[in-house]
C-alpha cells in the first residue's frame, strides 16, 4: 500500500490556467499508473490465492488416496490416513474410529495390519470390543482390544497375539487362551540365562477376553518356582529353564 500512495494523484494543489493542459495531462497519466498498479496487484492476490487452492485440493485427493476405510457393523467405521507397503505386509496407522459419524477414538502412533480376519468387531452384553493386529516389531506383534460403552472408549488394552490353541486348562467348560507379550530372549556365554516371561492364560466368553489370574499364577509358579508377576521382567533372571518350553509345548 505504500508504493500505491506514490503513485496517487495529488488533488489537492491549485491548478493554474497557463499550465492547465499539462496539469491534466499528468493526472491522467497518475491515475492510468495507479489503475495499472492495482490490476498488476489484483492479478498476483489470484494467481496466489488460485496456487494456495490448488495445494489444498493435491493434499485433500492424497490424504483421500492414502486413506483406508473399513465399516463395522453396529454403527462403527474405521479409518487408517497412513499406510506404507513392504515386501511381505502394509502396515497402517494414524487410526481414527467413528460411532454413528462421532470420532471415539484417536491413535496417530501405533501401527497395525489387516489380515487373519483383523479388524474384528463382537458385542458383549451392551458394550462393544473391537480387536485389532498390532504390529510391534522388533518385538512380537500383539491384539490390541478396545471396549465401548454408550459411544465412549472404557478399556484400551494390550493382549497377547494367541498363537496356541484354546484349551479347558481348569476344566470349568471354559477354553482359555494362552499367549506372551514378548519374546524370551536368551543371553550368556558358559551359563545361558533367560528372563522372566511369564505366559498369560485368558478366558475368552460372552463378556469379552478376561485375564485368568487364578491359572496365570498357577502355570507361572510352576514353570518360575514363585509368581512374580504378571509382566516381563528382564531383571530376574533363570538358568535356561527347559520348564518354560514344555509348558509352551503342552499349549500347543
Not at 502396515?91 to 454413528?100: L, M, P, S
Not at 462393544?128 to 512380537?140: K, T
Not at 463378556?207 to 518360575?224: A, F, M, R, W
Request: hydrophobic residues 35%; charged residues 25%; glycine residues 4%.
Amino acid at each position: 500500500m505504500i508504493y500505491l500512495l506514490n503513485f496517487m494523484p495529488n488533488f489537492s494543489q491549485p491548478i493554474l490556467a497557463h499550465d492547465k493542459n499539462q496539469k491534466t495531462k499528468m493526472k491522467m497519466k497518475n491515475i492510468s499508473i495507479f489503475i495499472i498498479t492495482l490490476l498488476f496487484i489484483s492479478s498476483c492476490n489470484q494467481t496466489e490465492k488460485q496456487k494456495s487452492e490448488n495445494q489444498s485440493r493435491e493434499q485433500l485427493d492424497n490424504s483421500t488416496a492414502n486413506e483406508k476405510v473399513i465399516n463395522l457393523d453396529y454403527g462403527f467405521k474405521i479409518t487408517f490416513l497412513e499406510n506404507e507397503e513392504f515386501t511381505d505386509n502394509k502396515i497402517y496407522w494414524n487410526t481414527k474410529i467413528f460411532f454413528d459419524s462421532q470420532v471415539v477414538f484417536t491413535d496417530t502412533k501405533t501401527l497395525f495390519e489387516i489380515k487373519d480376519n483383523y479388524p474384528r468387531i463382537r458385542k458383549i452384553g451392551n458394550k462393544f470390543e473391537i480387536l485389532f493386529y498390532e504390529n510391534d516389531s522388533p518385538s512380537i506383534d500383539k491384539i490390541r482390544m478396545l471396549i465401548f460403552s454408550n459411544g465412549y472408549l472404557e478399556k484400551n488394552e494390550r493382549l497377547p497375539l494367541f498363537g496356541m490353541k484354546p484349551i479347558d486348562i481348569d476344566n470349568d467348560g471354559v477354553k482359555e487362551l494362552i499367549g506372551l507379550l514378548n519374546a524370551s530372549e536368551l543371553w550368556g556365554d558358559d551359563t545361558i540365562y533367560m528372563p522372566y516371561n511369564p505366559i498369560l492364560v485368558y478366558e475368552f466368553n460372552e463378556n469379552g477376553i478376561l485375564i485368568d489370574s487364578s491359572e496365570t499364577i498357577k502355570i507361572n509358579s510352576d514353570i518360575y518356582g514363585s509368581f512374580y508377576g504378571f509382566r516381563y521382567d528382564s531383571e530376574i533372571k533363570f538358568v535356561n529353564n527347559e520348564n518354560f518350553y514344555e509348558a509352551l509345548d503342552k499349549y500347543k
